[in-house]
């Protein structure tokens, strides 16, 4: 059954690294703190959600992650949304604290792995909408 967006509000609001979450005109926003590992650097990220099956969009907001150190993005969209699954691999029936906000959580950590090696570990395909 597919959850409704106070269903996902309430789920996002129980998470600790939750800083807001608000439903306005039909938009889920969420704002939260991720530490993807002990000794990573701590991350503020944006969630959009306008309910049905899209797939809810999240971006990095703080630290900025494209620098001069950081040429190439990989498994992004355009507006460095990131690609955190399969087109078909989310859905309404879940809810977005268990799987898009983990999902953010592993994206972060191959992001620090491929910053110092180069190298994208976190499996997945190059997507058409993949920036390059």
Known sequence: ???????????LAQ?????S????QSRL?????LQPSPLSRTYWLSLRYRGGNRTPAV????????TSDVQELPHVYPGDELCLCYPDEWNATKLIARTMVPWAAEWLLHFEIH??????????????RTTP
């Open 1 to 11: 059954m597919r959850k409704t967006l106070a269903q996902q509000r309430l789920a």
């Open 15 to 19: 998470m600790p690294i939750t800083s």
């Open 21 to 24: 979450v608000t439903v306005a």
């Open 29 to 33: 926003l969420w704002r939260g703190e």
């Open 59 to 66: 971006t990095v907001v703080e630290p900025q992650i494209r």
């Open 115 to 128: 910053s110092v090696t180069g190298r994208w570990h976190g499996g997945g395909h190059e997507s058409a």
